[in-house]
């Protein structure tokens, strides 16, 4: 079965195996590309492919000798939040050529994420999302796979191994917390 594979493969890069993870990407890409899809929905302006995404994602994780992954859930929340790394690289780099700087492109294909008109949102989000981080790791946790990974409330609960009950909960006081800092951020409070 896929999953037993995959598993195997994690625990083998997990290991140290070199040619462990070039046998895990065609088990795992067409996933990568679903959280990639979620990653990048309804974020219009300038875009950033799906591809693009997924590919920079398993480089980025490719480049660790060793990747200490527990099993195929943990893999995933890996890749989202090294999607949620490069989108939001990508906007600050966006805000910056608004400011004067240069632009590298992006020039892989598929379905597209819009950057331009997000850029100063989407950092904003993620500065506050850090700082959420820094009062409650995991009300962070859950952010990240329901916002940037997109995963629903029952997915995020087998990821994180909890309920989806205290998924809920978690989802509700986070927003909280980020709507808070988000307002005042713009009100300049």
């Known amino acids: 079965m896929a999953t ?19 046998r895990l990407m065609p088990l795992v890409y067409d996933e990568l590309r679903a959280l990639a899809r979620r990653q990048i929905a309804g974020r219009g302006g300038e875009t950033l492919r799906t591809t693009a995404l997924v590919h920079e994602a398993y480089l980025k994780l490719g480049r660790k000798s060793r990747l200490a992954v527990e099993d195929r859930r943990h893999f995933f929340a890996v890749a989202a939040k090294a999607m949620r790394q490069l989108v939001v690289d990508r906007a600050r780099r966006r805000a910056a050529t608004k400011r ?14 819009p ?4 850029a100063a949102d989407i950092v904003a989000l993620d500065d506050a999302l850090e700082r959420l981080a820094d009062v409650d790791e995991s009300l962070s946790r859950v952010v990240e796979l329901r916002f940037f990974a997109g995963l629903t409330v029952e997915e995020t609960a087998g990821a994180l ?17 980020l709507y808070r800092e988000l307002t005042e951020d713009k009100t300049g409070s």
């Open 115 to 118: 950057i331009v008109e997000r």
């Open 4 to 22: 037993d594979a995959i598993t195997e493969l994690l625990a083998a890069w997990r290991a140290g195996d070199p040619g462990a993870a070039a």
């Open 161 to 177: 191994d909890c309920s989806p009950r205290t998924v809920k909960r978690d989802w509700q006081k986070a927003r909280a917390f």
């Open 100 to 113: 004067g700087g240069t632009d590298r492109p992006f020039s892989l294909d598929e379905a597209e994420i």
